[in-house]
C-alpha cells in the first residue's frame, strides 16, 4: 500500500541552524501539505501546496519558513534559522483533493536546543 | 475562523465495550468533508473514518461509525467492541481544504 514517507525521524540542531524536512508524498497525489505538534497539543496546519505553488499557508508560516518540490517525487519544508519553539513532530501529508481524506507520514521530530 | 472542539480530554472503555467520541465544530463553508484521526503512542496520525458533508448517510467502517448532524454541526464518533489496540488520542478534523483539528481525546482501552 502507497504511503507518505519523511525523513529523518529524528533532526537535532542548534538555534539559528538551518534545516530541511524532507517528504515523498504519495506518487498520485497532488495536494501537499505541512503540519506540526508541539508535544501534548493540536496538531496545526502549516502550509498548503498545489500546483507547484503555496495555495495557502497560516500564520505560523512566517518568512523563516519555505517549501520545495525540488523533483518529481520529493517534498521539503525548510526553517531558516531555528528558534528554540520550533521544536515539535512536523508531519507531512498528501491526498488527491482539496477536501479528500490526507495521508500522513510518520514524522520528523525536530529538537532545537 | 474555524474551530474544533472535543469536550472530553479523556475517555476510558473495558475491551470488548462501546465508546462515543464527540465533537462539535465550527465552519461557514457549505462544502466539507469530515474525518477521525487516531494517533497512538508512535505519534502516527492514522485515518480512521471520513464523512462526507454533502451525505446525509452517517459513515461506518468496521467497528467504527459516526453520529453526523450537519445543522448541529456535530460529528461523533461511536467505536463498538473496543479492543486494547484502540488506545490513543483522537482528533476531529473538518477538512475545507486544510485540516483543523481539536485538541483530542485520549481514549484508553482496557482489559
Known sequence: E?????????QVTQMGQEVILRCVPISNH?????????????VEFLVSFYNNEIS?????F??????????????????????LEDSAMYFCASSEGTFYEQYFGPGTRLTVT | AQTVTQSQPEMSVQEAETVTLSCTY???ENNYYLFWYKQPPSRQMILVIRQEAY???????NRFSVNFQKAAKSFSLKISDSQ????AMYFCAPNTDKLIFGTGTRLQVFP
Not at chain 2, 451525505?55 to 467502517?61: G, L, P
Open chain 1, 30 to 42: 497532488l495536494y501537499f501539505y505541512w503540519y506540526r505538534q508541539i508535544l501534548g497539543q493540536k
Open chain 2, 84 to 87: 486494547l489496540g484502540d488506545t
Open chain 1, 56 to 60: 495557502e499557508k497560516s500564520e505560523i
Open chain 2, 55 to 61: 451525505k446525509q448517510q452517517n459513515a461506518t467502517e
Open chain 1, 62 to 83: 512566517d518568512d523563516q519558513f519555505s517549501v520545495e518540490r525540488p523533483d518529481g517525487s520529493n517534498f521539503t519544508l525548510k526553517i531558516r534559522s531555528t528558534k
Open chain 2, 26 to 28: 465550527d465552519t461557514s
Open chain 1, 2 to 10: 502507497p504511503e507518505v514517507t519523511q525523513t529523518p525521524s529524528h
